[in-house]
C-alpha cells in the first residue's frame, strides 16, 4: 500500500508532538499544592523581605501559595541541607545567598557541596556593600584611609556582623587587595556593630547598603566608597571602592535553588514567574529602596554567577584564614 507524502508528514508531525505531551501535562499540572521557599535567616532580614515579594509574584502567576519559611542556623547551613535531603519535586526551593559561596570554603566538613547538590533556578537581587566610618575618622576617602591605616599599621580595625559574614569576608577582601593591616572585630549582627561604628568604638566597616544608608544620609556615618562598580542611586556622590583599588567588587545576593534533580520543566516555570515578577515595578522599587539592584539571570546565568562568587571568596578566606563564628 502506498502512502502519499502529505500523509507521511502529517504523522511525522503528529509523532513528533508525542514526546511533547508529558511535558505539557506536568506544566499545566505543577504546581498543584503549596511550595516552600526556605530562607537560611530570620524574618526581617532584606533577603526574607524580598524572598516573601517574590513568593507573592510567583502565587499570583501560578495560583498556589509560595510561603517561606525561615530555618535560621549555621550561616544558613542548616536550611541549605535541608533542602539538599527534601525530594527534587519543585515543592521546596532554598534562597541562595552570598552566604552559600562563602561557606562553601569557610567550613572544612559539610554534609553537600551547593555547586553539585543544588539546581539553580533564578537570581532575584544583588545588594553592594559600604565602605564607611565614624565622622571624626582622619580619613575622607578612600586613598586617605589606606595611606592612613599603611602610616599607623596595625592599629585600624573593622567591624563585621559576624565571623564569615560578607562584611567579614569584604573586610578582608580589601586587606588582601590592598596589602594593609586591619583587625577584625565581630559582633553578633549588624546593629551592634553599625552601633559600635557609630559610637566610635570601631574604625571602619563594609556593610549592607540597606543597613546603612539611613546612618549615611543623617550624617551619623561618613561613606568613603561603595563596592559596586559604578555609582549607585541611593549614593550618588560616592564613588566606587573600585576607583582606588581596581578589580574591588561585592555584593550580598539572593536567588532560587533546587534540589538536584528536579524536572527542568519546573525549573523553567519558576524562572519565568521570577523574571516577571522582577519586572513588577513595586518589587523592582522595592528592591532599590532597599539599596539592591533587580537580577532577572536564566537558570544557567545564575549558576555561573554562584560559582564565581564561590571562587572568589575561596581565595580571601584561604588568604584570611577566616573560620566561622
Excluded at 535531603?85 to 553537600?112: E, H, K, M, Q, W
Excluded at 553539585?116 to 553592594?128: E, H, K, N, S
Aim: proline share 9%; aromatic share 8%.
Amino acid at each position: 500500500m502506498r502512502v502519499s507524502r502529505r500523509t507521511l508528514l502529517r504523522l511525522g508531525a503528529g509523532a513528533a508532538a508525542l514526546p511533547a505531551a508529558p511535558f505539557v501535562a506536568r506544566a499545566q499540572a505543577y504546581p498543584s499544592r503549596p511550595v516552600r521557599l526556605i530562607v537560611g535567616f530570620a524574618a526581617g532580614q532584606a533577603i526574607d523581605i524580598l524572598a516573601r515579594l517574590v513568593g507573592q509574584a510567583l502565587s499570583e502567576r501560578l495560583g498556589q501559595q509560595f510561603i517561606v519559611e525561615n530555618r535560621p542556623g549555621a550561616g544558613g547551613n542548616i536550611a541549605t541541607e535541608a533542602v539538599v535531603r527534601s525530594p527534587p519535586d519543585g515543592y521546596t526551593f532554598i534562597v541562595i545567598g552570598a552566604n552559600n559561596a562563602i561557606n562553601a570554603s569557610l567550613y572544612d566538613n559539610l554534609n553537600f557541596n551547593v555547586l553539585r547538590d543544588v539546581v539553580p533556578v533564578a537570581g532575584i537581587y544583588r545588594v553592594p556593600q559600604v565602605m564607611e566610618v565614624n565622622p571624626n575618622f582622619p580619613a575622607h576617602s578612600v586613598p586617605e584611609f589606606i595611606a592612613y591605616a599603611k602610616a599607623n599599621s596595625g592599629k585600624i580595625n573593622f567591624a563585621s556582623a559576624g565571623s564569615g559574614s560578607v562584611a567579614h569576608v569584604t573586610g578582608e577582601y580589601f586587606k588582601m587587595m590592598t596589602g594593609i593591616e586591619m583587625q577584625h572585630i565581630p559582633f553578633r549582627g549588624a546593629p551592634p556593630a553599625l552601633t559600635a561604628l557609630i559610637g566610635g568604638q570601631v574604625d571602619v566597616m563594609f556593610d549592607n547598603l540597606p543597613s546603612s544608608v539611613e546612618h549615611i544620609r543623617t550624617g551619623r556615618l561618613r561613606p568613603l566608597g561603595v563596592c559596586s562598580p559604578a555609582r549607585l542611586p541611593a549614593l550618588p556622590d560616592v564613588p566606587p571602592v573600585a576607583d582606588t583599588v581596581p578589580g574591588f567588587e561585592t555584593s550580598a545576593f539572593a536567588g532560587l535553588g533546587a534540589p538536584k534533580g528536579t524536572p527542568a520543566e519546573i525549573i523553567e516555570i519558576i524562572n519565568k514567574g521570577v523574571n516577571a515578577g522582577l519586572a513588577d515595578p513595586k518589587i523592582s522599587q522595592r528592591i532599590l529602596d532597599l539599596g539592591g539592584t533587580p537580577m532577572p539571570l536564566s537558570p544557567d546565568g545564575f549558576g555561573k554567577y554562584v560559582a564565581d562568587e564561590t571562587e572568589k571568596w575561596a581565595k580571601v578566606v584561604k588568604f584570611s584564614g577566616a573560620k566561622p563564628g
